[in-house]
């Protein structure tokens, strides 16, 4: 059975208030990153209630739009500008291949990972968003294994706009992204 989508936030705001969320489970103690996937058509209603949570509920919450944090890196480099200058001289691939080497995407250097770990406490669930708007250049599952290091005493729980089932992620529901295992599907679909 399909659930709708105010149906599953309901059950993901059961899942994050559950006393044991959060907590290593599991064989192995995995880690503690789940995600949320979901129609990207939902995408306002999944922000509206992603804010909804961080506004109801006392939870040590800290979001982090993808969009918004690469803007911010670009920005403290003073790259942004320029990104604009590249892209109208050589185009959008160009730029891509640009703001990746200078978010040193999947080294052991990656901005993404230090701007998220710094801003963060070890009793703070982390909330990833911003996926879906800030492809090609970040990859969901790029930030995923990036972030495992990083966030060992963390939960995460990353709002994916496609479909993932607990090994492949799919963007948008079209595009196949790389593989991702060890993540928990937080709410069935």
Not at 59 to 67: T, V
Not at 133 to 158: C, I, S
Request: glycine letters at 6%; proline letters at 4%.
């Amino acid at each position: 059975m399909t659930l709708l989508i105010n149906e599953r936030f309901d059950e993901l705001t059961e899942a994050l208030q559950h006393p044991n969320f959060g907590r290593p489970s599991g064989k192995g103690n995995e880690i503690g990153f789940h995600i949320f996937d979901y129609d990207p058509k939902d995408e306002w209603l999944v922000r509206d209630h992603v804010q909804w949570i961080k506004d109801r509920f006392s939870l040590p919450i800290k979001e982090f739009d993808l969009w918004e944090v690469t803007i911010d890196i670009l920005k403290s480099k003073g790259f942004l500008e320029k990104t604009f200058e590249i892209e109208k001289r050589d185009g959008s691939e160009r730029v891509y291949a640009a703001i990746k080497s200078t978010l040193r995407l999947a080294t052991k250097e990656d901005l993404i990972r230090k701007y998220v770990s710094d801003r963060i406490q070890p009793e703070d669930i982390v909330f990833i968003t911003g996926i879906g708007r800030v492809y090609p250049l970040v990859r969901a599952h790029t930030v995923l294994n990036n972030l495992q290091g990083a966030l060992e005493q963390n939960t995460l729980v990353m709002f994916y706009p496609g479909t993932y089932n607990g090994g492949t992620l799919q963007l948008f529901n079209t595009l196949l992204d790389d593989n991702y295992y060890r993540a928990f599907q937080i709410v069935e679909r």
